[in-house]
């Protein structure tokens, strides 16, 4: 039995992750995960914690110290709402040589993903997490076609996602990695300057690559990818449904089970050094160069 803390009830991600694991899920024939177990829960709301502690049958430990489950416990995920809390939440499990899923945004400061990836490193603990419009079928569709052979020579693309600007969750940062994610995934990590405008809700940036732009656009409510080729135009519109939470845990139980990464950790940690060069440049108006995670 693979035993799993959720730390930061008050998401509606923590709901839909234990939920996966014991109820199921339509896509799996909502048959539930027979051998993980939620067995700890930390949060911020009450309300929260008694809902997800119902879901489990009533059995999982509700505390008030996110620490209380080192070493006793497979598995961590990490989903508060504040990304500033994502690194002190999960440093004990990781000395403790325990796997961690992260929630967008990995976390806020450039300098805690750092720290997080070098200790996970030295203690050999797979970690795992982002944004899960990254992952969903059509984003994933998406990427695939940009690597495929249809693809003669790009000439740039676009993406777009919601943005929340104010409020108690780190302000831009709370939702802004979803189309870091999208974006990271269809045209690649290595964006090496960010050109960023803003309004009060709203914000558009120009992602340089080596060979070509992308575009980025926040405000809308919906997800998209765009790519322009030399001879064509590629467009999707992204949808969450019917797998937007299940394509991201179905990722962290296979590193549970296998103990192996989806990504490197420096694929992992890349969208905070993108999201922080966004806010950079809207703050100051410049062109700012996106620094790399050096590990």
């Not at 909502?30 to 700890?40: I, L, M, Q, R």
């Not at 489950?69 to 598995?75: L, S």
Request: hydrophobic share 35%; glycine share 10%.
């Amino acid at each position: 039995m693979f035993k799993i803390a959720i730390l930061g009830t008050e998401n509606s991600h923590a709901r839909a992750f234990t939920k996966i694991i014991h109820e199921g899920h339509a896509l799996l024939g909502g048959v539930p995960y027979a051998d993980f177990e939620v067995v700890g829960l930390y949060g911020d709301s009450a309300e929260e914690n008694e809902l997800l502690r119902g879901i489990t049958g009533g059995k999982a430990e509700i505390s008030d110290n996110p620490e209380a489950w080192v070493g006793k416990v497979d598995a961590v995920m990490v989903t508060a709402r504040h990304g500033g809390k994502h690194f002190k939440y999960v440093k004990k499990y990781i000395e403790a040589g325990i796997p961690a899923f992260i929630d967008k945004p990995i976390t806020i400061d450039p300098e805690e993903a750092l720290e997080l990836v070098r200790l996970a490193k030295e203690k050999n603990v797979p970690i795992c997490g982002g944004s899960t419009l990254g992952f969903v079928d059509d984003t994933q569709q998406m990427k695939d076609l940009r690597n495929s052979d249809k693809m003669e020579r790009v000439y740039g693309g676009s993406v777009s996602a919601p943005i929340n600007m104010k409020n108690d969750w780190g302000d831009f940062y709370f939702y802004s990695q979803h189309l870091v994610q999208i974006m990271t995934e269809v045209f690649g990590h290595d964006v090496e300057s960010i050109l960023a405008v803003g309004r009060e809700d709203a914000a558009t940036f120009i992602a340089r690559y080596a060979d070509y732009d992308v575009t980025g656009h926040y405000g809308t409510y919906g997800y998209s990818a765009t790519i322009y080729e030399k001879t064509q135009t590629y467009h999707k519109n992204i949808s969450t449904a019917p797998d937007l939470y299940l394509s991201e845990f179905r990722r962290f139980e296979h590193m549970v089970r296998t103990g192996g990464m989806p990504e490197s950790y420096e694929e992992l940690i890349t969208p905070v050094f993108i999201l922080n060069a966004i806010k950079e440049s809207l703050d100051t108006g410049k062109e700012v160069k996106v620094r790399k995670p050096a590990l």
